[in-house]
């Protein structure tokens, strides 16, 4: 549900379907990550406050079903401390069943906010930070320009947490091609560890039109995985994630680009999902006609 007509396509996780899709920014302020093409034909930029009041005027009529808020576009955490705490008190009063606001945020915008800073947009209504991490490995975030190290990757992740709001992170398999799959497996479950989010992602690597990686795949300079491959990566992934007994991390492997679906809560089905890992692994070693852009149109 969303009430706008600005420029540019409008993204939101699997999860917010039935949110109220408030756009507090056009684009991505980054822009840059070589596997994303999502925000490409926008000029970043961030909405004044009159046009986030006319979108949340044309939401009024429905205020009594709108019990979750995506703030939009692609990292919401790049608006001040104080416009965000300004928006979430608009919209506390605005939708009296509102339960959870939630946003994308990435690394940079994220370590910019102080923990007192996070810990007022929790109690002022954010509830949930959805973070593209993709991989804990130094090698694969710089061939994929994500802009951080992997400390500071980590360390992005580890704020939200401590500031009680809970994190989603993202990670995509295949990401470091054939070349930097171990690595890129083993250092990100060492930066899942770390961050110990509340839920983790894991989607398959997709090549998209108008994104660098297809044009380095093209050239002949990345190699990705073939789709058992890709299973051999999650094993090794899940095999490194080490969280505490008393935790309760929902892993979830079912978005549209993932070959086989698979769902667990971590660390209790641990041994289950790398059976069921290693089961999609086998049915996928007979697969010889895989499509190398895994979809791309
Ligand atoms: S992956 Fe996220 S941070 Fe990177 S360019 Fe795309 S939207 Fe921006």
Redesign the pocket.
Known sequence: MYFDHAEGNV?RPPSEAYSFILRVTI???????T??????SVKFRTRPMDEIITQINAAKPYAQHIRRIFLA???ALVLSTDKLLTILTILQQTFPRLQRVSC?A??KDMLNKTRAELIALREAGLKLVYY?L?SGDEVVLRAV???VSAAEAIEAGQRIVAAGIKLSVMVIAGLGGKENSSRHANNTAQAINAIRPNMLSALTLMLYRGSELLDQFERGEFTPLPPAGIMGELYELVSGIELPLASHCLFRSTHISNHIALAATLPKDKDRLLDDIRAAQAQLAHVTDWDPYNNVE
């Open positions: 993204f684009g991505c302020s980054h822009n840059a990550c596997y994303c093409n999502m925000y490409r576009d692609g990292n994308y990435g690394p593209g993709e320009n994500k802009g």
